[in-house]
Each structure stands twice: as structure tokens, then as C-alpha cells.
């Protein structure tokens, strides 16, 4: 059974900076693209961020682009979200997902891999 675990949201000042991460478990890590979504308060969830199995082609939302970095570590079964220039529209429960294409192509068209989420990490942006 696959499970996430995020982590690392947190409370940040407009222009700051925060790193999340997702530990994934019950699935060949390696094998899939994996993802970030996230959920504002008072709308749908979101895609994010993409990123192939081998972390050589990432995808992004334009809302993010050069603000956020997404990477993964294979080892750790770890996927990660470098968030810089946070703005207060960045405030939303963060979650991952991952991607039985290898590349990431349903996750890019909001289609996570799997009906489950974790618990998602809140971040909230304020002065």
C-alpha cells in the first residue's frame, strides 16, 4: 500500500523560504515520476511541480517557475520542494503524489497516481 509523508511546511515572510520533503513508501520509487499538488484554502488542489524518475526533466506550474525547485533523492525514497521568493498565494496544505509514467505526463494534467494522499504539510505565508 503506498503512503507519503510530508513534511517541512511552516510559517514563512513574503519573499522567504521554505524546503518541504515527501518520504514515499509500498511503491518501486525509482519507477515513478513523482509530484507536488497543493490546496489553498477555499479552492481545488493544485498541481505544482513534476519531476522524471531520473531527475533530469522537471515541470512547473508558471505560477512557480524560478521560484521553486523540485528534486528527489532515490536512495532516501525522497522527493523534495525548494521554495524561494514565497509569496502570501503560496499559502496552501502541500502534498506529493507520484506517477506510474516515468515522466511525470499525468501528474503534469492534475491526474495524481494514486487516490491516497498523506497528510500534507501546511505553509503559510504572512508578514
Known sequence: QVQFVESGGGWAQPGGSLRLSCKASGIPFSDYGMGWFREAPGKEREFVAALAWNGDHEYYIDSVKRRFTISRDNAKNTVYLQMNSLQPDDTAVYYC??????????????RPGFGSWGQGTQVTVSS
Not at 503524489?97 to 492534475?110: F, I, T, V
Open 97 to 110: 503524489n507520484a506517477d506510474r509514467d516515468m515522466y511525470g505526463s499525468n501528474l503534469r494534467e492534475a
